[in-house]
């Protein structure tokens, strides 16, 4: 690890950071090439954030700072000043406070930093950026494609990778192609740059559809870890830090609870029609919840519903905790995007997102891959519907009318959640479901490090001074 210096003397040691969504300890134990970085240097436990999910925990990451303060408080939240519920945004500057590089640059103004699929990455300081983007089409036609700057570099990679497989990075086709693009533009960046960071979401997509314990799950991991060789080799070659991180692990649940249907029921949820369904309407509902995995922001505009809502929350089968102000600050929660209340799941529990009662009343996009139109998380997403057995034949038609240029409605997802066998969000109660750290470099060796400690020891791998507070 290089010495801290300052100056036109620094001289950084690269790092390639890897994001594996939902690699845990016992994940670990089949993947030999991850395990060959930590006997080169070690592996910690690693803390995570309330909730620990992807946004919130890759923020908490790149700034040092807890939701609370960094403003990142789920993959989405409801703006209360526009009045519409938000998931899965791009833009950087939703995260608040200085991010790793800019810490870099005030001592080191030259120093490079690619990221390659991290989230928050549009509009970011960094020399490169690659981020999933489709192709909206004036005809409401979707195509895959992502964000990438500089311009030149997108024509550069689909020439050596090809277009970006959208439809393999979520929905019922999501796999490992997605994360072998990945890898390989990571590997294309990487010899240009003082800092790589690189995301690959494929442990999510089989955990989540199966369950940790189950042996597809442990497949996925094994397949990962052989997409992730070449870049490793890479790395060790050039004498490149590498660090592997996890945001969260992802444990067994069979429970999902309706958060918003039971809102509905007891009058505090409305609803408005058209043509598409019945929508959530949060202008005029006196409670609604953005479901987020394990964790809902409950928005109650009126202090004076607080105490029937909170009330109703805590006697919901599968709510382990309701949290109001006092308790999100607790957990470094407490911020003004956050619901004015937060449900946390049962350890075998989630939340839907859903709001209707009566499935043909529910709004089209429930049936396909919507993650901006859903008012909340839907993990269902991740399925073909089982009940319907000609769906991957309406799949295939539909994907025919895209190539033809037709619009299409992929209607494929179902409504019954109990396909769902593994979540997050929630704290883990054991180091095994829990997140790992792994490093190359044995200098900096610890045993365990919170997720607001990762900033800084990116730092000191990079052996940088760290300068003074601004």
Known sequence: MSTPVTGEEATPTPLLVIDVAGLTPRLLAVMPQLQAVASRGFAAELGTVLPAVTCSAQSTFLTGLTPAEHGIVG?????????????????????????????????????????VCWWYAMGATTDVTITPRPVYHADGRKSPDAYIRPPELHDE??????????????????????????????????????????????????????????????DAARDLDAVLAPLLDDAHRRGVTVVVLSEYGITNVDQPVDLNRMLRREGLLEVHHNTSGELLDPWTSRAFAVADH?????????????????????????????????????????????????????????????????DAKAPDFARGVEIHKKPGYDPAEL?????????????ARNLAKKKLG????????PLDPSCVRGSHGRLPETAADGPVLLCSDPSAIRTSLAATEVRD???????????APV
């Open 75 to 115: 993959n989405g939240w409801y703006l209360r000043d526009i009045g519409e519920v938000n998931l899965w945004r791009q833009h950087n500057r939703l995260v608040g406070g200085e991010k790793i590089w800019e810490t870099a640059r005030r001592t080191n103004p030259g120093y490079r930093v690619a990221n």
């Open 157 to 218: 990679l689909v020439a050596k990778l090809g277009a970006f497989p959208l439809f393999t990075y979520w929905g019922p086709t999501a796999g490992l192609a997605s994360s072998r693009w990945i890898v390989g533009a990571a590997r294309h960046v990487l010899p240009h740059h003082d800092l790589t960071l690189v995301y690959v979401p494929h442990l999510d997509y089989d955990l989540q559809r199966f369950g940790p314990d189950d042996e597809r799950s442990f």
């Open 294 to 358: 394990q964790l809902a922001h409950v928005y109650v505009p009126d202090a004076a519903d607080l105490p029937r809502v909170r009330a109703l929350l805590a006697a919901l089968p599968g709510v382990a905790e309701v949290l109001d102000a006092e308790g999100q600050a607790g957990y470094g929660l407490d911020h003004e995007r956050s619901g004015e209340l937060v449900a946390v799941a049962e350890k075998n529990a989630w939340f839907t997102y859903y709001y209707w009662l009566d």
């Open 383 to 395: 399925f073909f519907d089982p009940d319907d057995r000609f769906v991957k034949l309406r799949a």
């Open 406 to 413: 037709l619009r299409y409605a992929m209607d494929v997802v």
């Open 457 to 467: 020891l990116l730092l000191q791998l990079a052996g940088l001074a760290q300068p």
